[in-house]
């Protein structure tokens, strides 16, 4: 007999060899239909598996992202097997789940191609064979074997996968007529899959790079429910509405140039006053915490990014370096603001009396994405990160990490995002040369933040090999209005960078210590923050983030000059208003300026020129009487003190 512990802690005992579903069965039957997965001791792993000695588990369901993934990567190969049926030959190169479903990449026959109208086809093939109820088996295979397999089929994709894998570690999961290289887990029959959608095709290059071929990429998505597909469906609807893209247009908040160069967005006055205002915010914060703000360069010597180790790691995904007339000067425009910083603390001595000290930037960083992976704000080339850098003696670290959780805190308040999951991510035991620094610093590094998670009570998940090639870090992956999920505010321990760039203090003992390092930055970046405030809110930010809060609209030109009183005289009491006077009808005026998302709209004509009084309508919740210009002034600020009084309480 072996001992399950499960989630509560409660214990059970069953035979040597039990199955995940075998434990779900035993729990109740309706457990037993729902569950997908099963994570033993950290991994997560096939329901069908043997478990043969004492383990900790979960049961995953459909409300599990481990649930998920293992419902849409066993989807992806189900696809997969209707292609190979529906056109023969075809190569299958990487098929994963994502975080809404799945894709695969395919190198079909030559001659053959895929286009839109042939995705109901696949639908139609994949819903056959998922109702054949068969199983998905895993057999593991020896690596000479495995090569002459896909050496066989022809298929350099596998091959080439396999010729990086380890020779014990390989396994192929089968299911139909279907055979994949694949480490899992699946479910246990393809008759969990019950409603299917191919969305799209794009092209794809082989491991993104661009000198290898280009394939074929099918993105799709499947539910255990039919209904689960309708709700998925009318969500991406209401997401359609709300892309960033689309309401940041509308709103007039930025835009792109080809002029100028792809993934470079252009902040427009609108979305500048916005960007500004949310520094200006957060600077409030950072004060009230000890930060100091600096300002670094654009670019800097080659070296300076060598000797912090970016160079090495992310030379190939920046931009070319800058040559300059002077012989063997060799300058980057600034991947990362760190090494800066870095600088910047060594610009005088420091005493342990001077600890912590912190460093906050709003700085400009440059990466070269590839064109086919720009979008929107939320993947560019030149982005603006709200970074800082926090340079403390090891006896401070927890506290200052548990500091910036609390920094994190206040703006996820202050924006209304209300769930999220904080994720603990840890070096890969298995590939130490992917990471700088000794073993034993990286042990106090991840320590530090395991701890600080715990006193903070923080509903954490641990991730190994998701860690910085420098240390650790902790991200928080927000949930918005639609129930997607964002990474946002991230912190990182460093023992390794102040080591590299030679950072010392002088402690109590008078002698020389190195600082330890913590590299924060709450939005992240402000591009791809904006962006996501942007969907999570439908461009309805609150009254006093937003750029413009009231819109006076004469109904008539005769108003025009009183319109403009009211408006100079909310903008004398610090209120953001504008006068729409264009030569339309009311009517019209007021559904272009809510699709603008203006807060407040000031309807004026006669009566109220005659008592200087406004009309109020509040965006969305229609009229709201008449007001005093000075009524509505303390109205006004009145909501936005509550609302940032709130925050900062």
């Known amino acids: 007999m072996i001992k399950i512990t499960l989630p509560d802690s409660s214990v059970r005992e069953y035979e040597k060899g039990v199955s995940g579903l075998d434990i779900a069965r035993s729990i109740s039957n309706r457990l037993a239909k729902e569950v997908l997965s099963i994570t033993v001791n950290g991994e997560v792993c096939d329901l069908t598996r043997s478990i043969e000695a004492d383990s900790t588990i979960k049961l995953n369901t459909w409300d599990d992202a481990e649930g998920k993934h293992a419902f849409w990567h066993s989807s992806a190969h189900l696809m997969a097997e209707a292609i190979d049926v529906l056109y023969p030959g075809t190569k299958f190169a990487i098929g994963p789940s994502i ?8 190198d079909l026959p030559e001659g053959k191609q895929i286009t839109d109208k042939d995705l109901k086809k696949i639908e139609q093939k994949m819903l056959e064979l998922a109702r054949q109820k068969n199983a998905f088996v895993r057999t593991e295979m020896a690596k000479e074997e495995a090569l002459a397999h896909f050496t066989e089929k022809g298929d350099e994709y596998k091959q080439e996968l396999i010729s990086e894998l380890e020779d014990g570690t390989i396994t192929f999961y089968e299911q139909g007529g279907f055979t994949d290289l694949c480490r899992g887990p699946h ?46 469906n009318k969500m991406m609807e ?8 689309k309401i940041g247009k509308e709103m007039e908040l930025f835009t792109f140039s080809q002029s100028v160069g792809q993934g470079l967005p252009l902040w427009l006055p609108k979305g500048a006053a916005l960007r500004e205002r949310l ?24 070296r300076l990014y060598k000797t912090s180790g970016h160079y090495q790691k992310y030379g190939a995904d920046s931009f070319q370096t800058i040559n300059t007339p002077a012989e063997g000067e060799e300058f980057m425009l600034k991947p990362m603001n760190c090494p800066h910083h870095c600088e910047v603390f060594k610009f005088k001595p420091r005493s342990y009396k001077d600890l912590p000290t912190r460093f906050a930037e709003f700085g400009t960083v440059y990466r070269y994405e590839q064109s086919g992976e720009l979008h929107g704000l939320t993947r560019v080339r030149g982005f603006t990160q709200d970074d800082a850098h926090i340079f403390c003696r090891p006896d401070q670290l927890k506290e200052e990490f ?39 610093n990286w042990d106090k590094a991840e320590q530090a933040i395991v701890e600080a998670c715990e006193e903070k009570g923080l509903n954490t998940i641990t991730e190994l090999g998701e860690a910085a090639f420098y240390g650790p870090k ?17 912190i990182q321990v460093d023992y390794n960078l102040p080591e590299r760039f030679e950072l010392e203090y002088i402690g109590s003992d008078d002698k020389r210590h190195r600082p330890v390092m913590i590299h924060r930055a709450p939005f992240g970046s402000m591009e791809r923050f904006c962006a996501v405030l942007i969907e999570h809110t439908a461009g309805k930010f609150p009254l ?28 004398i009491c610090d209120i953001r208003s504008i006068v729409d006077d264009r030569n339309e009808k009311i009517g019209r005026k007021i559904r272009d300026n809510e699709l603008k998302r203006i807060p407040y709209l000031l309807i004026v004509g006669e009566q109220e020129a005659e008592n200087e009084t406004v009309s109020v309508r509040r965006q969305g919740e229609g009229d709201k009487g008449t007001m005093a210009m000075k009524e509505f002034a303390d109205f006004i600020n009145d909501e936005v003190r509550n609302q940032l009084s709130e925050i900062y309480n």
């Open 99 to 106: 975080e809404m479903g799945f894709y695969y990449d395919l």
């Open 187 to 232: 479910l246990p029959n393809t008759s969990y899959i019950k409603a299917i959608q191919l969305n799209s095709i794009a092209g794809a290059y082989w491991r993104g790079d661009e000198k290898n071929k280009m394939l074929t990429r099918i993105y799709g998505v499947t539910f255990p429910k039919a209904k689960f597909l309708d709700e998925y």
């Open 238 to 245: 209401e997401a359609k509405k709300r892309d960033h893209r």
């Open 279 to 302: 520094e200006n915010f957060l600077k409030v914060v950072q004060k009230k915490f000890g930060y100091e703000q600096i300002i670094t360069p654009h670019i800097g010597d080659v």
């Open 402 to 440: 548990k500091k910036v959780i609390d920094i994190i805190f206040i703006i996820f308040k202050a924006l209304d995002f209300k769930e999220y999951t904080a994720q603990i991510s840890l070096r890969d035991p298995q590939k130490p040369e992917k990471y700088i620094g000794t073993p034993e």
């Open 474 to 490: 902790l991200d928080f992956m927000i949930k918005d209005a639609l129930g997607r999920s964002w990474q946002l505010g991230t």
């Open 544 to 571: 006093w983030l937003t750029p413009e809060q009231v819109v006076i609209l004469p109904i008539s030109e005769k108003y025009n000059d009183y319109a403009a009183k009211v408006s100079n005289y909310l903008n």
